[in-house]
């Protein structure tokens, strides 16, 4: 798929298939983040991959809104460091998007889900005591329908959202 394709084709995907994701495919999608820029080249982040059914299962009660991460197929944990600052939020946002277009160029579904529970989600990834799980990011293969550019995507019109050179 196309750059422009996959950008247009990423949604949301929540319901999975029962297909398996080839390591090959996960070590894409988490060097797709690695490779992404950060402030001042700062790589604040850790991936934490998990495909273990009840690993998954027990990550979904980590935020009341990811059941889908005990449906999918795989699940990536974005972990930072306890000290890190609210900007670094901004990198941990590029390198999901990093992850999520390059599963939508594979044909493979994504869908984020908040972390409230993070005592529950270290205890479950086993992560040191200086660092916190931020996000979760679930994939499989979408169970309704493959991944292709939406025709209407129900976003605001371009000329509502697009302001040059002022409001």
């Not at 950008?7 to 390591?23: E, L, P």
């Not at 273990?52 to 990550?59: A, C, H, I, K, T």
């Not at 169970?143 to 040059?164: E, N, S």
Request: net charge negative; proline share 5%.
């Amino acid at each position: 798929m196309e750059t422009w394709d996959a950008i247009r084709s990423r949604r949301n995907v929540r319901n999975y298939t029962d297909r398996r994701i080839s390591d090959g495919d996960l070590d894409q999608i988490l060097e797709a983040a690695r490779l992404t820029p950060s402030s001042r080249n700062s790589q604040p982040w850790d991936f934490v991959v998990c495909t273990d059914r009840d690993q998954l299962g027990e990550l979904a009660k980590v935020w009341a809104g990811a059941g889908h991460v005990a449906r999918s197929a795989a699940t990536i944990a974005i972990v930072a460091s306890r000290t890190d600052k609210e900007s670094v939020q901004y990198d941990l946002g590029q390198a999901t998007m990093s992850m999520m277009l390059t599963a939508a160029d594979l044909g493979i579904g994504s869908g984020h889900a908040l972390v409230s529970d993070h005592d529950l989600a270290s205890r479950i990834l086993g992560l040191p005591e200086d660092h916190v799980c931020v996000w979760l990011v679930a994939l499989g293969y979408p169970a309704d329908r493959p991944l292709a550019p939406i025709a209407d995507p129900k976003r605001r019109p371009f000329t509502d959202v697009v302001h040059r050179g002022g409001w």
